[in-house]
């Protein structure tokens, strides 16, 4: 499965809303520097998906707010 995927990192809570199917905004508590958004990301949409993180990739945007993710 392929979801867009719209990230603010730096928030006060980590939070998930999904705006339909295939895109969701995310929040998450890491700030953006030293892959730590990216990394608590993976872990959050593995559990969101309850999947393992290695069946979760980051596709496209890995520096970018804006994200292609595929779930295996």
């Keep these: ?3 867009n995927v719209a990230v ?3 928030s006060a809570e980590q939070e998930i809303s ?3 199917d ?3 905004a995310i929040k998450l508590t890491s ?3 030293e892959n730590k958004a990216n990394i608590e990301l993976i872990k959050l ?3 969101y998906f309850n999947t393992e993180q290695k069946n979760v ?3 496209r945007g890995r520096k970018s707010r804006k ?3 595929e779930i295996r």
């Design 1 to 3: 499965m392929i979801i």
């Design 8 to 10: 603010k990192p730096g």
């Design 18 to 20: 999904k705006i339909d």
């Design 22 to 24: 295939r895109n969701l």
């Design 31 to 33: 700030r953006a520097e």
């Design 45 to 47: 949409l593995a559990k």
């Design 57 to 59: 990739l980051i596709i």
């Design 67 to 69: 994200k292609v993710i």
